[in-house]
Every structure is written in C-alpha cells, then in structure tokens.
C-alpha cells in the first residue's frame, strides 16, 4: 500500500493514504488531522481509506457506455445550456493533444436560477438538471447514481470542516465559499478509457491538468493504473487504484482560496495499453468535483492562519516543474464566471448553440475540430 514520503522532506514518492476510521476514536482523532495536514499542505493529494459512502454498482458503468447510439445522441451534451451529458470520444484535448476518453456528466439535484430576461449573472445557467438515459435501458441507474452523489456531497461538506481544522481554524471557517443547500450544485463523470491496442498510438487520456474547484473525491473503479500525479521535481508518481478507497485531490480555487496553504498538484490519466498480464478492459473512473458558490469572489475572503501552520507552507519549497497550466481569472471572477468560461473553452459545440456570445469571443474563427479547456 502506497505511504507518504516524510524522509524525502517535502517532496514526495508516493500519495498517503489516510484512514477515516481513525476520526471514531477520540485517541486516534490527532493522528488523522496530521496526516491530513501534511497531504494538504505537501502532496494536494491523499487516498481516503474506508470512506463513510455506500459502494456504487459498478456493474452500471459498462451498461452505461453500452447504451444505444440513439440514445448517446439524445443526451448529448450540446443539449445541455449546463453541460451535462454524454461526450464522444476524442472531443476533447489537452494541452494539443486528443484525450482518449468518453464520458457522461451528471450532477446533484438543481433547478436553475437563470431566467431570460432577467437582469440576473448569466453564469448562473451553468447550473441545472442533468440528462439522464430512458429508465427502462439501464434500469435503476438514475435513483443509484443519485443516492451515491448525495452521499459523496455530504462527505465533501464533512471533509471541507475537518479541513479547517487541520489548518488550525475554526470547523466553519470555509462555510462563506458554499452557498445554502438549494442554491448548489456539485458536478461528476462517469468515464471510460478505451485500450490502446496500438503500439505507436498515444496514450494520453487526460493530459497533465490542475483540477478548478476546492475539493475532487474520485473513485478508481476498475484495477488497471493510469492516474499520475506530478511532485515538487517535476517527477510523475502513479496513484494506482487502492479497494474501499476515494483519492481526494486539491483544486486550484481551494489553492487561492488558503493563499496557497493548500496545494494544488498537476495530475495526468494514461489510458491503458494492451499489454500481457494487465486487464484488457477499459478503465472505468469516477470523479466528483465539489463546487463553491457561483457567486463568490475569493479575493474578497483573508483567511487567518496560526503562525505555526504557515511555517509548514514555508518549508515545503517551490514546485520546480509542471506541465499543467495554472487557473488565473480567480483573482478577479467570480467562481462562476471562472466555471463558465473554462466550460466554453472546453465545449465549444455547447457554447455556440446556448452561448454565442462567449462563443465569438473565445473562437473568433468558428468551430475548433476539437476542444481544448488547456
């Protein structure tokens, strides 16, 4: 099983591992809070051990991808003025190169704000119903996906309070980033990477990137590897797939968000390769992205910390290497607006049916072949 590096200093080797049964005992409580500290201030990423979530049925993600071709196009993306939907394979890249994957997004129950007309943010269009397949060609799946986000959601919430408190602030001090229950919404992905067969073919499946949000809790839900995570030295670690596990990983808003007290890490998905002795079957990966409010504006919250815990930011060094580009419209956007545009970027197809406006802007030129949010 994969532990934190401490002997190499800040740097690190591979991604800690942290169990939350440790947080049932008032004995074993510290010890829980330190580990997190040091995988938030020194790694951005962690393995969740024994995570307070019901199993999802994974049985439901090949059917998923298995649904007919008709029914793919009915919930396609470009559908959607909230980008959720189905997304084809190789219709988006990253940093110029095509990522094999194909994907659906979903996300927690909301009814949109926006309404037109209304002197309103445009960027609250972002949010609304996802679009789900007909019941009867994966039945049960709606109602068991749901379940799942909602539980995930409210271990997010959980994990953002046990957050504060490894920084040494107060368990609410995050709470001005959320807004009430029915004004949120969280996003996911169900993903498949396909096998690469060729030999001379890429195997890029995400291409190295920094995650835009505060919190991403992601299920690894098949045994092949592929998820790499990039050190203080450039170096690409593997976070390979752990049983009962979430790996949890920073976004570039919480970076902002703690003045960079929290860190935000560069990571890639290599699709798998056929190769003898490894599986044959595509990786199957679920991330849940936790959002903040639309409407806040990071600049506008300092947050305090104890002196001994930004001496800890201190003496973790720089970041000598990365290949992943940086989020910078957090220091005068509002998250939604920082949401959308990254959303345009990444879809244009969506933008220019439900967005032409921000479409002219960002592709002057017309349609791209293909997408690039990098």
């Keep these: ?197 060729d030999a001379d073919e890429d195997d890029q499946g995400v291409g190295p990137h920094y995650d835009a949000g505060f919190l991403t809790f992601l299920l690894q839900a098949t045994p092949h590897k592929g998820l790499q995570v990039q050190n203080l030295s450039g170096q690409w670690i593997d976070a390979p797939p752990i049983p009962n596990t979430f790996v949890v990983n920073i976004g570039k808003a919480l970076e902002f968000a703690t003045q960079g007290l929290a860190r935000a890490t560069s990571h890639r998905v290599l699709s798998p390769k056929a190769t003898p002795g490894e599986p044959t079957t595509p990786r199957y990966s679920v991330p849940f992205f936790q959002n903040i409010s639309l409407d806040v504006k990071l600049t506008e919250k300092v947050l305090e910390f104890p002196p001994e815990i930004l001496k800890l930011k201190k003496g973790r060094g720089e970041v000598a290497a990365t290949e992943s580009v940086n989020f910078t419209e957090f220091d005068r956007e509002p998250s939604g607006q920082v949401g959308l545009i990254g959303r345009v970027k990444s879809h244009p197809d969506v933008a220019q049916k439900h967005y032409p406006h921000l479409f002219k802007r960002y592709f002057p030129d017309g349609l791209p072949k293909v997408s690039s949010a990098y």
Excluded: C
């Design 1 to 197: 099983m994969p532990h934190s590096d401490r002997d190499a200093g800040s740097n690190f080797s591979s991604v800690p591992v942290i169990d939350y049964a440790l947080l049932s005992s008032p004995e074993t409580r510290p010890l829980f809070i330190a580990q997190l500290r040091h995988a938030l201030i020194n790694v951005g990423f962690l393995y969740l051990l024994n995570p307070p979530v019901d199993p999802f049925d994974l049985s439901y993600i090949p059917k998923l991808f298995a649904l007919p071709p008709e029914e793919k196009e009915r919930i396609r993306m470009v559908h959607s003025p909230h980008f959720l939907g189905y997304s084809r394979l190789g219709a988006e890249l990253t940093k110029g190169k095509v990522d094999r994957r194909e994907q659906f997004d979903f996300a927690t129950p909301h009814e949109t704000r926006w309404e037109e007309g209304k002197d309103v943010p445009e960027y609250w269009r972002l949010w609304g119903p996802s679009q789900w397949p007909e019941e009867s060609l994966i039945p049960g799946f709606h109602a068991a996906f749901e379940r799942y986000l909602t539980q995930v959601q409210a271990l997010s919430y959980n994990f953002i309070s046990l957050l504060s408190e490894a920084f040494g602030l107060a368990p609410d001090a995050l709470n001005y980033f959320y807004d009430t229950d029915e004004k949120m919404q969280h996003r996911a992905k169900v993903v498949q990477y396909p096998v690469v067969t």
